[in-house]
């Protein structure tokens, strides 16, 4: 069964600084994909970014990237440039490969971000 | 797009009670997911669907609950007898591949059991 940790439980950082949130997971696995999730306010979660295992890069999406360390099992997340909408709750999630059909999602426990202004 | 739709919001019923929980999946998306969130144990998975077959009920707690897809466009989760450890948020979610595509959630339903 996989696994993943989120060890910290709640961050706050200076509005325009970075912060960046880790993540380990626990598998056997060489193929799988690594998601962070953002969930705020409003309850509904919203897909901040996600990573192919098989790809060496680190993915990007704007002030949002990722440093993804297979060997180490390790998935953080660096928001540059943080903004007050940063404000929420995100979820590290993994989902192994899967041939046929679909593979579930395990979401680690969440770290509680708060922007300050 | 209207995205996932989840009725109710919010819930609050009494132990013993009968509870349905409602989604509506985006069009065109073959995968439908049920998520239960507590504070003790995160997100946890309860059941999900491809093309309106349960695939993976592992994560349903007790034959309390039960899930159905009568439709590409409808889902409902029951609870019955609900119990006050049922409290939780309940989310629905949907994609057209499980395995790529990402997951879009619903605003979820709030359940409160007293």
């Known amino acids: 069964a996989q696994t993943v940790t989120q060890s910290q439980p709640e961050m706050s950082v200076q509005e325009a600084e970075t912060v960046t949130l880790s993540c380990t997971y626990d598998?056997?696995?060489?193929?799988?994909?690594l998601f962070w999730y953002k969930q705020p306010p409003s309850r509904q979660m919203i897909l901040v970014i996600r990573?192919?295992?098989?790809?060496?890069q680190n993915a990007t999406e704007n002030r949002f990237s990722v440093n993804f360390q297979k060997a180490a099992k390790s998935f953080s997340l660096k928001i540059s440039d943080s903004q007050l909408g940063d404000t929420a709750m995100y979820f590290c999630?993994?989902?192994?490969?899967?041939?046929?059909?679909?593979?579930?999602?395990?979401f680690g426990t969440g770290t509680r971000l708060t922007i300050i202004p | 797009d209207a995205g996932v739709i989840q009725s109710p919001r919010h819930e609050v019923t009494e132990m013993g009670q009968e509870v349905t929980l409602r989604c509506k999946p985006i069009?065109?998306?073959?995968?439908l997911f049920w998520y239960r969130q507590t504070m003790m144990r995160g997100l946890e998975l309860l059941i999900y669907?491809?093309?309106?077959?349960?695939?993976?009920d592992s994560g349903m707690p007790e034959d309390r609950f039960s899930a159905k897809m009568p439709n590409a466009s409808f889902s409902t989760l029951k609870i019955q007898p609900s119990e006050p450890r049922d409290s939780a948020v309940y989310f629905c979610?949907?994609?057209?591949?499980?395995?790529?595509?990402?997951?879009?959630f619903g605003n979820g339903t709030r359940l409160t059991v007293t």
């Open positions: 979610a949907s994609s057209w591949d499980g395995r790529y595509s990402p997951l879009h």
């Open positions: 598998t056997s696995e060489n193929n799988y994909y």
């Open positions: 990573q192919e295992a098989y790809k060496q």
């Open positions: 999630a993994f989902m192994k490969h899967a041939n046929f059909g679909n593979e579930k999602l395990t």
């Open positions: 069009s065109g998306h073959d995968y």
């Open positions: 669907f491809n093309n309106n077959v349960p695939i993976d």
